[in-house]
Nanobody
Framework: QVQLVESGGGLVQTGDSLRLSCTAS????????MSWYRQSPGTERELVAA???????NYADSVKGRFTISRDITRNTVYLQMNNLKPEDTAVYYC?????????WGQGTQVTVSS
């Protein structure tokens, strides 16, 4: 079973940037859809961005133009570059890997944006 390890979260101010990283324990990026989700207290986990094994990308409307998902297959790592952060971006961000019917989650990394 693949392990996903996220990093890069933290406490920032409105307008700041952060880059999250998610590294897989095995070379799966060429076969998996890799996604970033987020969840804040009292809300459901929501999809933020995804990149398919073929490189197709989609974003939640709330982050379009501010967030960028990318991957480095040689490093088994997916990134989420977050610019112009807003207080409503505050959440735990989770990395997700999906290969056919198999899904794996990372442990999450906290992002807090102060106003």
């Amino acid at each position: 079973q693949v392990q996903l390890v996220e990093s890069g979260g933290g406490l920032v101010q409105t307008g700041d940037s952060l880059r999250l990283s998610c590294t897989a324990s095995r070379p799966i990026l060429g076969a998996a859809t890799m996604s970033w989700y987020r969840q804040s207290p009292g809300t459901e986990r929501e999809l933020v961005a995804a990149i398919s094994r073929l490189g197709s990308i989609n974003y939640a409307d709330s982050v379009k133009g501010r967030f960028t998902i990318s991957r480095d297959i040689t490093r088994n790592t997916v990134y989420l570059q977050m610019n112009n952060l807003k207080p409503e971006d505050t959440a735990v961000y989770y990395c997700n890997a999906r290969i056919q019917s198999s899904t794996q989650w990372g442990q999450g990394t906290q992002v807090t944006v102060s106003s």
